[in-house]
C-alpha cells in the first residue's frame, strides 16, 4: 500500500518527496487554490493554525477535508453559531445510569484536524474555548485537564461578506494563528475546469467500480512528525534571520519605513510573528524541494504572517491603507541580504 511506502520513506529520512506527492494529489481535488494548498501544508509542517478568510464557495472545507485524508488523520467540522455552548465545542459529563457515575464525553475538538466554519459567528466564550485548546493543546472542564491530541491543528474560516450577527476575533486572540489566508475567487480557466471536474466526479460516482483514491492515505502523523523535524532542521543564513526580525521591527515603526506612513500603524507585530515568519519559510523552503531559506521564501509568506499582527490605525482606515500596502512598503523599502 501507498501508506507503508512512505512509511518506510519517513524512516529512512525522505520524507520531504512524500509531501510533494501530498501536494500534487491535492491540487488535483482543489483547482485553482495552489497557494491555499501551499499554506494547508505550512500549517501540517509547523503544527500552527491558519485562518482562511474568503467568500463562500471557493473549496475550503474541501481543501481542508482533502489534507486530512491524504495524512490519515482524524477530521472534524465544527459549524459556529451564535447559540453554541462551550461544552459543544470541549464536551462534559453525562450521567451514565448504568453505572450511576459522571462520564466524560468528548467533544469535537478531539480531533487531529479541526475545520471551525464561520468562527466570527460564534459569541466571544466558544471564541475563547477554542483559541485555549489552540493555545495549550488541551481543555479543562469541571476542573479535569485533558490533553488534545498530538497531531493537533486548527482550520478557521470567517465569511469577511456579512457583518450582521458575527463577533469578530480580537487582535490578541488573531495573534494565536500561524497564518491569516485570504482567498480570492479562481479565473475563468480555473472555474471552467471546476466545472469538468464536477461532472467527472458525478460520473465517477455512478460507477460502481469506482475506485476512489481520495480514501488512500498517502501519509500518517508519524510522517507528518518526521516531516516537522526535517523543518526544523532547515538551514536559514544569519543575514536572513536578521532580515526576519528587520520586517517585524519595521511594523512597530512605520514611519521609519516611510515618513508619509507615519502614524498608520496603531500597534505592530509581536514577536510571535518573528517565530511564525521563520518556520513558514523554513516549511516553504521544505516544499520547494531545498533545505535552505531563501528571501523568495519569506516573501511568499510575509504577508500572511503580518496581515492579522497589524493593528491599523484610524488615519490608515480613513485613507483606506490596507494591512497589504503598508507590508509591501516594508519589504520594497529593506535590503534583501
Known amino acids: 500500500m501507498k501508506v507503508n511506502t512512505i512509511n518506510t520513506q519517513a524512516q529512512s529520512g525522505t520524507i520531504q518527496p512524500a509531501f510533494l506527492q501530498l501536494r500534487s494529489h491535492l491540487e488535483t481535488i482543489i483547482i485553482g487554490q495552489n497557494a491555499l494548498i501551499d499554506r494547508l501544508l505550512v500549517s501540517l509542517l509547523t503544527g500552527g493554525h491558519i485562518l482562511l478568510e474568503g467568500p463562500p464557495g471557493l473549496a475550503k472545507t474541501t481543501a481542508v477535508k482533502a489534507i486530512a485524508s491524504g495524512v490519515h488523520a482524524s477530521f472534524q467540522r465544527i459549524q459556529f453559531t451564535p447559540d453554541l455552548m462551550p461544552s459543544d465545542l470541549t464536551g462534559g459529563e453525562i450521567y451514565n445510569p448504568e453505572t450511576r457515575k459522571f462520564e466524560f464525553i468528548q467533544g469535537p475538538v478531539f480531533n487531529q484536524i479541526v475545520l471551525a466554519d464561520e ?3 460564534a459569541p466571544p466564550k466558544i471564541q475563547s474555548a477554542l483559541l485555549e485548546a489552540m493555545q495549550e493543546h488541551q481543555v479543562t472542564v469541571n476542573g479535569i485537564t485533558r490533553h488534545l491530541p498530538e497531531l493537533f491543528i486548527v482550520l478557521a474560516t470567517q465569511n469577511p461578506l456579512e457583518q450582521s450577527g458575527t463577533y469578530p476575533l480580537p487582535e490578541a486572540q488573531l495573534d494565536r494563528f500561524l497564518l491569516h489566508v485570504k482567498l480570492d475567487y ?3 480557466e480555473n472555474e471552467l475546469a471546476i466545472l469538468r471536474k464536477d461532472r467527472d466526479n458525478f460520473q465517477a460516482a455512478l460507477s460502481e467500480t469506482e475506485n ?5 492515505s498517502l501519509l500518517t502523523p508519524d510522517d507528518v512528525f518526521a516531516a516537522r523535524r526535517q523543518v526544523a532542521a532547515v538551514h536559514i543564513d544569519e ?4 532580515y ?4 517585524i521591527a519595521s511594523t512597530r515603526d512605520i514611519g521609519s519605513v ?3 506612513l507615519s502614524g498608520y500603524v496603531e500597534y505592530g507585530a509581536s514577536p510571535r510573528a518573528s517565530l511564525a515568519l521563520y518556520k513558514s519559510s523554513s516549511a516553504m523552503a521544505f516544499l520547494r524541494g531545498r533545505d535552505f531559506v531563501t528571501p523568495e521564501d519569506i516573501h511568499e509568506v510575509v504577508y500572511d504572517v503580518l496581515r492579522h499582527r497589524i493593528i491599523l490605525s484610524f488615519s490608515a482606515i480613513s485613507e483606506t491603507i490596507s494591512k497589504d500596502q503598508l507590508i509591501a512598503e516594508i519589504i520594497n523599502y529593506l535590503p534583501v541580504p
Do not use: F, G, S, T
Open 186 to 188: 479562481p479565473c475563468a
Open 119 to 121: 468562527i466570527n459567528r
Open 258 to 260: 516611510n515618513k508619509a
Open 212 to 216: 476512489n483514491h481520495k480514501e488512500q
Open 239 to 242: 543575514r536572513l534571520e536578521k
Open 244 to 247: 526576519i526580525v528587520d520586517i
